[in-house]
Nanobody
Framework: VQLQASGGGLVQAGGSLRLSCTAS????????MGWFRQAPGKEREFVVG????????NYADSVKGRFTISTDNARNTVYLQMNSLKPEDTAVYYC???????????????????WGQGTQVTVSS
């Protein structure tokens, strides 16, 4: 599986960005996906996970109500819509695939085996 993330950039606080993650190499829509982020000097942290069928979504408390994950199966793409961005959202964002067939979208980094290359999001104050 290859994951390609895109859509990062520089935005002012309160602004919005939409990240995309396109998967190739296998049928991915039977597996859960997730977004993680890593700020400078910090560990990679969970942002959101989505179950294989899109029915269950787990958000980190820090992004609830501001971020929305969605999928487009026809395009093999997972999106992360980020609204009301804050400077503390600044990080490199990674998409990831959990190879648990029909999984529910784990919050644990260790469950994800396939990772995209990351896309930088910078929110200025």
């Amino acid at each position: 599986v290859q994951l390609q993330a895109s859509g990062g950039g520089l935005v002012q606080a309160g602004g919005s960005l939409r990240l995309s993650c396109t998967a190739s190499g296998r049928t991915w829509n039977s597996y859960p996906m997730g977004w993680f982020r890593q700020a400078p000097g910090k560990e990679r942290e969970f942002v959101v996970g989505i179950s294989w069928n899109g029915e269950r979504k787990n958000y980190a408390d820090s992004v609830k109500g501001r971020f929305t994950i969605s999928t487009d199966n026809a395009r093999n793409t997972v999106y992360l819509q980020m609204n009301s961005l804050k400077p503390e959202d600044t990080a490199v964002y990674y998409c990831a695939l959990d190879p648990t067939l029909y999984g529910l979208g784990s919050t644990s980094l260790s469950e994800y085996e396939y990772w995209g290359q990351g896309t930088q999001v910078t929110v200025s104050s």
